[in-house]
């Protein structure tokens, strides 16, 4: 295969690209996916705070993560994701979210639940508090422990079911557990011998409610109340069925993005995206006339593949569109134009220093396609260096400019060497003018060799 | 062609770059860089279209919400006028619920605000994890730069480099911007972009010192830019044309972004040519080969 026909089968590649590309991400809005701060909704990165008891192992954080998994379910809200983000940390995105308040709450709460013995706690200050109603006395860590028997402590381990109601008498709201068939064997031999003594209901170390035993209770079913609203008592409903998180897990950031601020966001980042490329095409006509078509073909031809790499991303769900991405995407418009320019620049340059048009766009495009790739390297080390180290929404932007980078690469292999070759064949010559290129030198005597073209200094 | 001649007036170009250095430095150490809640722990809301909410009633409306001492400012996007509120809250829930009472207050919708709330301790790990992309992101660049041309390159580019952030944090240092890790990622981005235009202009001379006669190096190294100088300059005003639309109608988020990319495009553009490559030459003619050359040929 001679050097036109493999640009004519490039050109055509790209062709073939270019629709796909448009099959692929067109409608935009649809087929690429849009990240938390543009679709509006909550983003939380949740750390687990290692202890002395408990060391945050990857086997603690695979229960952590399937215990928030279920409790986002519990919330009813579509869509949410749960990633792991590093060693220790869950990143949770709940898109549209009316109530994150709510959401935090239920998604922060460690759960554990213990039914503990007011006798046997060995601060007496909090067994006079529990003794004297007070509401959510506080247990200090290592002064209580649950009640055990034959080995089955009464924790939130034991809890089968659970579900609201509204007590007729006291007409305050409780959470009614069903214990597990173990659970409800120890609670039954406990309250069969404790009539009388009082259990205080233990969540997360502050003291709910503290009932006294008036009878043996062994069918396993026990309500707690503890002055809850309704929304409270849904939320205890939610952590109790998802278990207790084996270790407590602090919000470490959240965002919380109204919904019509996110597309009022994307709306500017998309028009500053489309008037930064038209002033880009319009300069590049200006100064380069007949070749900045084939700069703008070269742009259009960029953004097209780009948007086809981000919708297949899209679609197997490994990208997501943040504002700093779209900043990233802003941002490798003017690389693209850099890497059209060198190649231009460089074409022009070798028809100035004696050769034809033919040989310069030959030779002009390969050095301009490897300094450009030079450029797109650094650049490139720049933002894998962010992508792969850094935390946070700037790993999206990192991510538009890594791929743009190599969308931009790919252009240049694809279509602009190529096409530039074909148009230097017929086309270009016949009207050097109109397609801005220079007269050559006239026979430069020892041009090869030397910096030819060059006025002395 | 053009002809400047750059490397005579070198010392211009130094002189000009002490000054915004000294100047940068100045200000960075007397006046300190403002950095966002993200660095430091706490929570930033932001309104984007504040009505006809008063700062005076916002202020209130946080205070009535049991916080102390709001950092109320005022924003502006594309004509809407809305209000950035900083306060020390680190707890996301008690954000939420304070944002919820002064969202009452002040009667906007709920969904106008946009919160963000940052634990103590995160602060310390980003900031920590932005200096680790930066000392990576230097150390790779180097090492790219020294074996596709040479250390002496490297290292003259790099100079370039780190002139043109501190004289970016500079600049937000004297107007008072806020730093947050997107001025961060935008100052990496920059690292990169600035020696692209080094790198073209270090391409040039490599390529022309494969045949050096009759010239000095510096001379040479004129001539390579001057021959280079109309594509960095479209190079620089095609990357600077989408990154001001961006500054100008992209939005908060975005113009994060525009700002620090814009100054350090701009500074990048001319640190190629009036530190990186004058550096190079200067250091370059000391070596015996090019120090003959200079001997024979300076002043021709």
Redesign the interface.
Known sequence: MDQKQQNVLLVVATVVLLIASWALFWPPAERITQGL?IQ?GLS??L?AQETSDTAVTAAVMDRAELIVINRVNGLGVKEATVQRQGSSSLLIQIPGIDD??EA??VL?ETGRLEFVDVDSITDSATVAAIRANEPDVELTAGTYSPISVDGVALTGGVVRTASVSQNPQTAEIEVNVSMTSDGAKAWGAYTTQSIGKQVAIVLDGVVKSAPVVRSAITDGQTAISGGFTADEAKRLKTVLETGALPVSL????????????GQ??LR??V???L???G??CL??LV?YRGLGLLTVGALVTFASFFLGVLAVMSRVGVFALT??G??GI??T???A??SS??IL?RFR?EI?MGKTVRSAANSGSKHGIF?SI??D???????A??YF??????KG??LT?MIGILCDIGMMMLFKRPSLMLLAESVIPKAPALWGVPKPVEKAPSAK???G???G? | ?L?IDFMGNRKIMFAISAVLLAVSIGSLAVLGLEFGV?FQGGTAISV?DGGDVTTAQMTKAFEDAGIEAPNVQTTE??GVAGFIIRTSET???A???Q??EVAAAVKL???????????P??GA??TN??L???A??IA??LL??SV?FEYKMSLTAVVAVVHDIAITLGIYALAGYEVT??T???L??I???S??DT??VF?RIKE?TQ?LQK?TFM?MA??SI???I??SM??T???????L??L???????R???LA?SIGLFVGAYSSIGVAAPLYAIWKETEPKYAALRKKYAGA
């Not at chain 1, 602090?250 to 601020?261: D, I």
């Not at chain 1, 180290?389 to 700037?394: C, D, L, T």
């Open positions: 701060d509006g939380v990165i750390t994150p308040e935090l709450a922060g602090v919000p470490e950031e959240s965002r919380v993005v109204g919904p019509t601020l009022d966001s500017q980042g028009l500053a995206g008037i930064g490329l002033l880009v300069y590049v100064f504002l700093p779209i900043a802003v941002l418009i003017g690389i134009a850099d320019i060198l620049e340059e100035r300094t030079d450029a390297l650094v650049t490139l080390v720049s933002a260096a962010l180290v850094a935390i946070g929404p700037v932007f990192a400019l060799g030397s910096k073209g060059v006025a200094a | 062609m002809n993200e984007v996007a594309q707890d996301p829930k954000a939420a619920a944002v919820a919708p709920g969904d106008a605000f946009q919160v963000t709330t940052i634990g301790g995160w790990n980003i994890r932005a680790m992309a930066l990576i992101s790779a660049i790219y730069v596709r890790p997107n961060i990622a935008a990496l981005t690292l990169g972009y020696l692209y790198i073209v391409h022309n045949h010239q001379q004129n001539e001057n021959e280079v109309v594509r479209n190079t005003i095609t990357s600077l044309i989408p990154v639309v961006m100008f109608f992209g939005g908060e988020t975005l994060d972004f525009a990319l």
